[in-house]
């Protein structure tokens, strides 16, 4: 690699670029290996270890999802027939 201050032509930028591209792909899809054969494992708990610092903190301690947790306005509003939805012909 060249020092900061010396200039580069272009194709060198171009090759630079391609070599970072590739380290980031290749270190990217080892990472996205690694957590996949985590979570594939019925033997370790990901989501119990990410939410351990947390229910301490929560109403009964238990971690919901936000969609069965928190109705959707609109969607109550769709599904009863209510609301301001304009009728085209």
């Known amino acids: 690699m ?3 201050s010396a200039e580069m032509p272009f194709l060198e930028h171009l090759e630079e670029l391609r070599h970072r591209l590739i380290w980031s ?3 990217l899809l080892v990472c996205l290996l690694v957590a996949l054969t985590l979570v594939m494992r019925p033997s370790v708990d990901v989501i119990g ?5 947390v229910l301490p903190f929560l109403p009964d301690q238990k971690l919901l999802s936000p969609i069965r947790s928190i109705p959707s306005r609109s ?3 769709w599904r009863s027939g209510s609301g301001s939805r304009r009728r085209f012909r």
């Open 49 to 53: 270890i990410l939410a351990a610092p």
């Open 2 to 4: 060249t020092t900061p």
């Open 25 to 27: 792909a290749g270190t």
């Open 75 to 77: 969607a109550s509003r």
